[in-house]
Nanobody, 123 residues
Framework: QVQLVESGGGLVQPGGSLRLSCAAS????????MAWYRQAPGNKRELVAS???????NYADSVKGRFTISRDNAKNTGYLQMNSLKPEDTAVYYC?????????????????WGQGTQVTVSS
């Protein structure tokens, strides 16, 4: 069973930094696009950043120049480096990945989510 486990969230002052990690495990054959989403209270879940298996990246306008998404394919782990954090970055951050699995001789690609990690930016 594929699992995505996020870590690295917490409380940070405005202007500070955090690094989120997303470790994938469990019967993985291949990981395609990895992404980070966030959801603040009362808001819809929104895409923050994504990275393809080849390393192409995409960012929400609100985080461009401040956040950097990366991945270590050998470790099946994705990262989100968040710098110059603002109070409006406060949200639960979720990892998402398209994962290929081989089960009973059949290959399929499914979408998986982590449980979320809280990021709070406040003085």
């Amino acid at each position: 069973q594929v699992q995505l486990v996020e870590s690295g969230g917490g409380l940070v002052q405005p202007g500070g930094s955090l690094r989120l990690s997303c470790a994938a495990s469990g019967g993985i054959f291949s990981i395609y696009t990895m992404a980070w989403y966030r959801q603040a209270p009362g808001n819809k879940r929104e895409l923050v950043a994504s990275i393809t298996s080849g390393g192409s990246t995409n960012y929400a306008d609100s985080v461009k120049g401040r956040f950097t998404i990366s991945r270590d394919n050998a470790k099946n782990t994705g990262y989100l480096q968040m710098n110059s954090l603002k109070p409006e970055d406060t949200a639960v951050y979720y990892c998402n990945a398209g994962v290929g699995v081989l089960y009973n001789g059949r290959y399929s690609v499914n979408d998986y989510w982590g449980q979320g990690t809280q990021v709070t930016v406040s003085s």
